[in-house]
C-alpha cells in the first residue's frame, strides 16, 4: 500500500505508487465520445491507444515532462474517475447531439488489464489484425491518475495536485525537477487540465514502438458497460443507440442512463457558429 495521503509523499517512486494505486480504486471509469465512437469500439471490439508521442493528443505541452525515450514505449486511452463533466462533454462530446459516455466500473476495467498482456497492432485501414504483441514485449498494463503540476519548471514553487489535494514541492524540496522525472512519463500534466480528473490505461513496451495498438475487450466485460446520454440528446437518438445496441451488441435495457441534467444545461455547441455542415472523417 501507498502512503495514504498526497502530502505523505516523499520520492518520485511512492508519487508513481500513489498514483497507479488511486487509478486502481475508482468505482467508475467515464469515457466521454459520441455515437461513431461508441460504435467503433462495439464493432471492433477493441479500445485504440493513442501513442504518448502522438501529434493528436489534445494537450502537445504533455511532451515536455518526463522523457521523450520513454514516452515513445508509452500508449493509453484517456478516462475520467469523477462524476458527469460539463467540460468534458465539451471537449469529447461533439457533436452535443450524438454525445454519450461509455461508463466502465472497476470489474470491467479489471477484466480488460487481466486480459491485456497480449496487444494487438492495428492496420492503417483501422482494421486489427491477428498478429501481436505478447507480453515478452509489452512490459506493463495499468490504470494509473494522473498528477498536476503548477508553477514554473523544476521550481520549489511548483505544487502538485491530485483530486483535491495539494503537495508544494517546497515542502518536499526533493521531489524538485519533477517535471523531468522519468518515472512519471505519462503520469503528470500541466494544472490547466486538472479538471478532467484523468485516469489512464498506459501499455508500456520495453522498447520503443511506432505501431498502431489496441487492446481487445473480453466478451464479459461488455456486460458490465453502461452507456450514459449527455444532456442534449434527444429521445429518438436514445432509442435509436439502444435499439441497436440490444439488437447488435446484447446489451441489456438497464445498461442505459440518462444525464442527471438532461433538459437543464443551455450550452452552445460549437457548430451553431459554423456555417458548415459536420462531417463525420
Known sequence: MTNNKLREINSFEQLRSYLIERGNSHHNYWHYTNKDGLLGILESGYFHLTSLVSLKMNDLQEGSKGNFQERRKLYEMSFAYSSENMAMWGLYGIPLKES?????????????????????????????????HECGNCEEVFMTDIA???????????????NNEILKISSKPQLRGISSEKIL?????????????????????????????????PEKAFKDFKIYFSPWVKDEFKNNIKNTLISNFNFEENQFEN?????????RDLCNYCEYEFKRK
Open 185 to 217: 512519463t505519462g503520469l503528470i500534466k500541466n494544472d490547466v487540465w486538472s479538471y478532467e480528473n484523468e485516469s489512464r490505461l498506459i501499455v508500456k513496451f520495453s522498447n520503443n514502438s511506432d505501431n498502431k495498438i489496441a487492446i481487445k475487450i
Open 148 to 162: 498536476y503540476l503548477n508553477g514554473k519548471r523544476d521550481s520549489l514553487h511548483t505544487t502538485i495536485k491530485h
Open 259 to 267: 444525464s442527471k441534467f438532461e433538459n437543464l444545461v443551455n450550452y
Open 100 to 132: 454519450l459516455c461509455v461508463i466502465l466500473p472497476k470489474k470491467a476495467i479489471n477484466t480488460i488489464i487481466n486480459n491485456g498482456t497480449v496487444v494487438y497492432e492495428i492496420e492503417n485501414n483501422g482494421q486489427v489484425r491477428n498478429s501481436y
